[in-house]
T-cell receptor
């Protein structure tokens, strides 16, 4: 079956702009989580959605937001982009809320200039 | 979530078993031990997880000490494709929140 799909794969944005990233989970998976990966901070948890509700949130400013649709697809939005937001953004899906076997997408590489 | 401690890097000869240790001395009773790996420029890949008992799947074995303060991931016959960063994570099964540490860079050598 198809894996987790993230679009776009690469993005270049200017400081101050906003960006929306998309994640399509594996069919049947209802939980979607988002992570930010940078060379300095490593992999950091952003938030988790399950049944269209945000269940957990990491320690990120309010400029980072997300949502989940009824078909479990999820979007992540970053407003007022800063240079430090340049990172690989990863999405993971799992069958139910909680851990265990989470499947990650290839990520979206965001560069802010 | 409990913090985990792993060696920064390890080498392993191709075909030999790779044993990756992880310390999680502050793990609580309802926290699982999860292992993921990340091959350069790809998303992390789930390997295995366990609570108290040792676990085995087609990829690896997970040995958890009786006091649950540490664990070892075993790749029985390492190949060059197993070269990756391996992350040990202690987390609750009630959330989808994974706290990744710095991981262990495993280099499998011919």
């Amino acid at each position: 079956k198809a894996g987790v799909t993230q679009t776009p794969r690469y993005l270049i944005k200017t400081r101050g702009q906003q960006v929306t990233l998309s994640c399509s989970p594996i069919s049947g998976h209802r939980s979607v989580s988002w992570y930010q990966q940078t060379p300095g901070q490593g992999l950091q948890f952003l938030f988790e959605y399950f049944s269209e509700t945000q269940r957990n949130k990491g320690n990120f400013p309010g400029r980072f937001s997300g949502r989940q649709f009824s078909n479990s697809r999820s979007e992540m939005n970053v407003s007022t982009l800063e240079l430090g937001d340049s990172a690989l953004y990863l999405c993971a899906s799992s069958l139910t809320q909680g851990m265990g076997e989470a499947f990650f997408g290839q990520g979206t590489r965001l560069t802010v200039v | 979530d409990a913090k985990t401690t792993q060696p920064t890097s390890m080498d392993c000869a191709e075909g030999r078993a790779a044993n990756l240790p992880c310390n999680h001395s502050t793990i609580s009773g309802n926290e699982y031990v999860y292992w993921y790996r990340q091959i350069h420029s790809q998303g992390p890949q789930y390997i295995i997880h366990g609570l108290k008992n040792n676990e085995t799947n087609e990829m690896a074995s997970l040995i958890i000490t009786e006091d649950r303060k540490s664990s070892t991931l075993i790749l029985p016959h390492a190949t060059l494709r197993d070269t990756a960063v391996y992350y040990c994570i202690a987390g609750s099964s009630n959330t989808g929140k994974l706290i990744f540490g710095q991981g262990t860079t495993l280099q499998v050598k011919p």
